[in-house]
């Protein structure tokens, strides 16, 4: 059974940095490609960024280029988003996804999703 779990949320000043995690089980992380996406309230879910099953290739949605970093660990089946310089409208429910299609995960249309962490940026 595939899982996702991401973690890391929580609520957050303004210009500090987040660290999300989206731990794996029950499938071959490494064959995966893996994205993370947020919702605001009221707004539809968007890409924010996506990682390869290597590793090797990163995408960034334009907002968020310069100040978020998507990584993995296969040794750990763990997808990381590294978040710095936080804005108030950076708060969202994040998500990961995986699929073995990359182009699955670039329009938002993975077959596996975690359930989402919340982030608030305060100030």
């Known amino acids: 059974q595939v899982q996702l779990l991401e973690s890391g949320g929580g609520e957050v000043q303004a210009g500090n940095s987040l660290r999300l995690s989206c731990t794996a089980s029950?499938?071959?992380?490494?064959?995966?490609?893996m994205g993370w996406f947020r919702q605001a309230p009221g707004k539809e879910r968007e890409r924010v960024a996506i990682?390869?099953?290597?590793?090797?290739?990163?995408e960034y949605t334009d907002a968020v280029k310069g100040r978020f970093t998507i990584s993995r660990d296969n040794a750990r089946n763990t997808c990381y988003l590294q978040i710095d310089s936080l804005k108030f409208e950076d708060t969202a429910v994040y998500y990961c996804?995986?699929?073995?299609?990359?182009?699955?995960?670039?329009?938002?249309?993975?077959?596996?999703w975690g359930q989402g962490t919340q982030v608030t940026v305060s100030s």
């Open positions: 996804a995986a699929d073995r299609s990359f182009a699955a995960v670039l329009s938002g249309t993975a077959k596996s």
């Open positions: 029950g499938f071959a992380f490494n064959s995966y490609n």
């Open positions: 990682i390869t099953l290597n590793g090797a290739v990163t």
